[in-house]
């Protein structure tokens, strides 16, 4: 499956943002999905996933009760709400999926990425 992200830009501190990630080729709605972010001189992270139904969700701590993810597979599209966005948010958001269905926090576990979007948060 290959993935395009989009949304990212500039927000200030306190602000909302709201990435897509657009799947084409092989059955999206089978996939699990996931967002990662990668800041500047830092290890890629995991952010949030998303079962294949969306029925199931899974944030890290760090983004827990300000990141929602999301899904609509009639689009073959996954969001990520962004709200109360903080200045150590700033990073470069990937989207990824997986070939099965269920849920997990392991890049290694997901197969394809999408190119990134830069998410820049000012204070």
């Known amino acids: 499956v290959q993935l395009q992200a989009s949304g990212g830009g500039l927000v200030q501190a306190g602000g909302s943002l709201r990435l897509s990630c657009t799947a084409s080729g092989r059955t999206f709605s089978s996939n699990a999905m996931g967002w990662f972010r990668q800041a500047p001189g830092k290890e890629r992270e995991f952010v949030a996933a998303i079962g294949w139904s969306g029925g199931h969700t899974y944030y890290a701590d760090s983004v827990k009760g300000r990141f929602t993810i999301s899904r609509d597979n009639a689009k073959n599209t996954v969001y990520l709400q962004m709200n109360r966005l903080k200045p150590e948010d700033t990073a470069v958001y990937y989207c990824?999926?997986?070939?099965?269905?269920?849920?997990?926090?392991?890049?290694?576990?997901?197969?394809?990425w999408g190119q990134g979007t830069l998410v820049t948060v000012s204070s």
């Open positions: 990824a999926a997986r070939t099965s269905q269920n849920i997990v926090t392991t890049m290694g576990a997901f197969s394809s």
